[in-house]
């Protein structure tokens, strides 16, 4: 699997595919503290349509300033109100957003950085989980009466910031982890140094779920933490100290079309995981025995059909 994994990761254009990320709004700043800022916020917006909470972020950031750290350093509740009055997306509300941009500003006077916070949590704690949970009850740490009464009440603040962190994935937190602990390299930053990589866990969506399910790196079908855990201690095996390495790659694969929830014979018989693949050999032979005279694919040099 990992020679197969190496290679497809190689194959990768991921500045390419930076534009179609919500890590290309970081990637606009060269300070630690901006692009942590940017960051969380993009990534705490990322969900649904990609053409829907794009212009969001791109929106808020413009307003911010060439400093984002700078902005929530200095903002105060009626800052906010100005902000983001009638501010919404799918189920958030200005209030929502407030309460993150006010918690970074409050955890940037106190601690200096967001990656402090994190690793008090961490230290503390002892298990990601743990971490992410402080980190998030920590960044909600503000004056909610007087932003409900400047902005009215929250609405999708828990999707936004859960704390509790749940049982489920946390994709949208783990994926900040993951632009602020590896690397750096042509997508994620490492300005975190003091989280390792190893402690990581995917950032567990659609894309990847299903890919991991084909691969064999997981028999569930939950986009839950203990899927996360399962998928990340199988890439673990593969790369004990940089598991979640291949999750760009793997995520934009299923990002692009390339291997879409239904599979496409074509795609499957071009895709350089074929091999390692536990549904796109039998896509193939399918799609070939319903063509007279057609030759069954090769792989490895072995026939699709002999394989399984």
Excluded at 8 to 34: C, K, M, N, Q, W
Excluded at 149 to 174: D, F, I, Q, V, Y
Excluded at 253 to 269: I, T
């Amino acid at each position: 699997m990992r020679p197969r994994l190496e290679a497809f990761l190689a194959s990768t254009d991921a500045r390419a595919r930076i534009g179609f990320d919500p890590v290309e709004f970081p990637h606009r700043y060269t300070d630690p503290r901006d692009i942590e800022v940017s960051a969380l916020l993009a990534a705490a917006l990322a969900y649904g349509r990609a053409d829907l909470f794009r212009p969001k972020v791109d929106a808020l950031l413009n307003r911010m300033g060439p400093s984002p750290a700078s902005f929530v350093r200095a903002l105060d509740v009626p800052g906010a109100a100005a902000l983001l009055s009638g501010f919404v997306y799918r189920f958030n509300v200005g209030t929502d957003v407030a309460v993150l941009l006010l918690g970074m500003g409050r955890v940037l006077r106190a601690h200096g950085s967001l990656e402090a916070l994190f690793v008090q949590g961490l230290e503390a704690r002892g298990t990601l989980h743990g971490a992410l949970d402080a980190f998030t009850t920590g960044l909600r740490q503000v004056p909610m009466e007087e932003l409900r009464a400047a902005l009215g009440p929250e609405r999708g603040l828990h999707h936004l910031l859960p704390s509790p962190l749940g049982a489920g994935a946390a994709k949208r937190l783990n994926l900040f982890l993951r632009w602020m602990v590896r690397g750096p390299d042509a997508v994620d930053f490492g300005i975190w140094k003091r989280v390792p990589p190893a402690t990581l866990l995917i950032p567990l969506d659609t894309h990847i779920g299903r890919i991991s399910q084909h691969l064999g790196l997981t028999r569930r079908k939950d986009l839950t933490w203990r899927t996360a855990e399962e998928v990340t201690a199988s890439l673990r095996a593969l790369d004990a100290a940089d598991p979640v390495r291949y999750d760009f790659a793997l995520c934009h694969y299923g990002m692009s079309g390339a291997c879409p929830a239904q599979p496409v014979p074509e795609n499957c018989a071009r895709c350089p995981l074929l091999s390692a693949c536990g549904v796109g050999p039998r896509v193939v032979a399918t799609a070939t025995r319903r063509v007279p005279g057609a030759t069954r694919p090769r792989v490895n040099g072995v026939s699709v059909s002999q394989r399984r």
